[in-house]
């Protein structure tokens, strides 16, 4: 049986972690390095850093930060935000990061993703910011932190990238991101369906329900969410406990 895992997101800005809602208006949560820490003690089974800015500004993830993160994460550790070719890929991974996620740089140039996959192996999560038509048909996949829509649909996208050596999709809604209304499970379920690697379900948690049922229903292998976590509304382990008691499998810590 499949371990299900749970992963906090630390979207980052400026330093700080925060987060909003569909992409807008902006909380402070707190440092990141002392929110990893936590989350390592609280029973994370990995961890997501994104410099959420870095794209659209046109600059690099801040590494620096990345260092003093990864050295208080014993659990695995992915990294995106401002990561655009094999040399920011190297630097993220020197400074502590297990895996890469890219998003806009991989639709830009989806070579980007065989070679990294060439040069250091299964490291590519490749994140996928999707957004539903107006006309109900699918979901398009959205770049430069959520405000281009490219037209490409989802799917497509998450095959093409599978056959190119993605490890794993970081599958996030923008219509629910930040909404507590629930994960998309139609659109989870979707790409689960027509992809052989791990999908990590984001955008929507709002209680333990959600993520049980984007972990059975949706068929995502794991579920990630930031502002429940980072606000405490949700303990990491009692989800586990709860998430246990309904019959999916997890790592209990």
């Excluded at 830009?108 to 490291?123: H, R, S």
């Excluded at 109900?136 to 490409?152: A, L, R």
């Excluded at 998450?158 to 970081?170: C, N, P, T, V, Y």
């Excluded at 984001?202 to 049922?213: I, K, L």
Aim: include cysteine.
């Amino acid at each position: 049986m499949t371990i299900k895992r749970i992963i906090p997101c630390m979207d980052v800005l400026a330093g700080r972690v925060v987060k909003g809602i569909q992409f807008e208006n902006m909380k402070d949560a707190g440092d990141p390095v002392e929110i990893a820490r936590v989350y390592v003690q609280s029973g994370a089974d990995e961890l997501a850093f994104l410099d959420i800015t870095a794209t659209t500004e046109g600059r690099g993830t801040m590494v620096d930060t990345v260092k003093k993160t990864a050295e208080q994460v014993s659990v695995p550790f992915t990294v995106g935000g401002g990561i655009r070719n094999i040399e920011d890929i190297r630097t993220i991974l020197n400074a502590g990061a297990g895996k890469v996620s890219i998003c806009t740089a991989a639709y830009v140039n989806p070579e980007l993703i065989d070679q990294a996959t060439a040069e250091f192996g299964k490291c590519i999560v490749l994140a996928i910011d999707a957004k539903s038509r107006e006309d109900g048909s699918g979901w398009n996949v959205m770049i430069k932190g959520g405000k281009v829509n490219t037209g490409t649909d989802v799917v497509k996208w998450a095959q093409d990238a599978q056959k190119r050596g993605a490890a794993e999709i970081l599958l996030t809604s923008v219509d629910c991101d930040g909404t507590k209304s629930g994960y998309d499970i139609p659109l989870t379920k979707k790409v689960t369906q027509n992809v052989d690697i791990p999908v990590i379900a984001s955008g929507g948690a709002g209680t333990m329900v959600h993520f049980y049922d984007v972990l059975t229903q949706g068929g995502a292998d794991a579920a990630l969410a930031a502002s429940l976590f980072h606000f405490r509304d949700i303990e990491i382990m009692a989800l586990k406990a709860y998430l246990r008691s309904k019959g999916v499998c997890v790592q209990m810590k």
